[in-house]
């Protein structure tokens, strides 16, 4: 069964040159827990994706996979 992507988490820490770790460490949780974020296997709560999104100074719509077709 393929995982469905709902966030973005992974592409976005990319784009802004952060790491797992990195993320990892802001938020005082497991490297293993932003892994599961990032591979879509779990999501984060929607108010740890409003923190993320402060911490790299993002709109939190850009964490998460658009569900409108253009």
């Known amino acids: 069964m393929n995982k469905k992507s709902i966030n973005r988490l992974k592409a976005v820490l990319a784009e802004h040159g952060k790491t797992n770790k990195w993320l990892a460490e802001k938020l005082d949780k ?8 990032c591979t879509n296997e779990v999501q984060p709560s929607l108010e740890t994706l409003l923190t993320i999104s402060e911490l790299l100074q993002i709109d939190l719509k ?7 077709k253009d």
Do not use: D, K, P, Y
């Open 30 to 37: 497991n490297e293993t827990t932003i892994s599961r974020w």
């Open 62 to 68: 850009e964490l998460i996979v658009s569900t409108q």
